[in-house]
């Protein structure tokens, strides 16, 4: 299947400005467009700088963290969808799981979220992903699937066409413990079928779908070569270069 694939990296609270754009640099000195895409999920302070570095680059492209379910108005703090579209942001990511937890985003929250980022064109990463109990408990599946269904499923098939899905197990997310391919392979599995269910076998077979959760270069291939596996979502390996051209490497 012809699905797009991905490495994005999600800087996370880490790089002050002049890292950043270091890090940056060194990225866009050393990848190829290989067909492939990398993504670069910087904070918002560097988004606008870093746009500026990988324009010549058709295989970087720029992620935001997060944004605000309102347009405008008077939410201290937040970031509005137009500014982000404003300096060339192309990707958000919603939903992840230090969001959920720290931040309280639910369910709910987030497909208001997920309708802002649409409507303002810009294209959605959408975190799912079980805490350890759940998966101990053997109802991981049910429980992602009830992610999805909440913040997802209200979207026309248009609209859900533009999504990318990122799996990430909350027990492999800066543990160092990574879920194996196979358990990787039976989530992604799972997802892609609830989606044929809900939107058809044409739009299943072309969400891509990354996994997230101590994605290494040493892992990265045995993750991105199982069928389902489109790529992955990167924390801590994407904040060094060596490492993250390595994993976008790795299909
Ligand atoms: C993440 O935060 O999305 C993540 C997967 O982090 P790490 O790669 O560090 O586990």
Redesign the pocket.
């Known amino acids: 299947m012809n699905r797009l694939k991905i490495a994005a990296g999600?800087w996370?609270m880490n790089k002050n400005f002049g890292e950043g754009l270091a890090l940056t640099q060194a990225l866009v000195a050393g990848s190829e467009d290989t067909g492939n895409l990398m993504i670069l999920g910087t904070p918002y302070i560097h988004l606008q700088t870093v746009g500026g570095l990988i324009s010549n680059s058709n295989h970087i492209k720029l992620a935001a963290q997060n944004c605000h379910q309102n347009l405008k108005g008077a939410y201290t703090g937040e970031i509005s969808i137009s500014m982000l579209q404003s300096v060339g942001v192309e990707y958000v990511i919603l939903g992840?799981s230090?969001r959920r937890q720290y931040f309280d985003e639910g369910n709910a929250l987030l497909a208001e979220k997920v309708n802002t980022v649409l409507e303002g064109g810009l294209l959605p990463i959408f975190?799912c992903g079980e805490a350890l109990p759940i998966r101990e408990a053997g109802t991981h599946v049910e429980f992602v699937a009830k992610q999805l269904k909440e913040s997802l499923f209200h979207l026309s098939a248009e609209d859900f066409s533009k999504i990318v899905i990122?799996y990430?197990p909350i027990w492999?997310?800066?543990?160092g413990v990574t879920a194996s391919p196979a358990q990787a392979q039976e989530m992604h599995q799972a997802i892609r079928a609830l989606l044929a269910e809900k939107y058809g076998n044409e739009i299943a077979d072309a969400t891509s779908i990354l996994y997230?959760?101590?994605?290494k270069p040493a892992n990265a291939k045995d993750l991105f070569s199982q069928p389902d596996v489109d790529g992955g979502?990167?924390?801590?390996?994407?904040l060094k270069p060596d490492d993250f051209i390595a994993i976008y490497n790795s299909f």
Request: with cysteine; aromatic share 0%; charged share 15%.
């Open positions: 999600n996370k992840h230090e975190c990122a990430e492999a997310i800066g543990t997230g959760g101590s994605v979502l990167v924390g801590g390996a994407s």
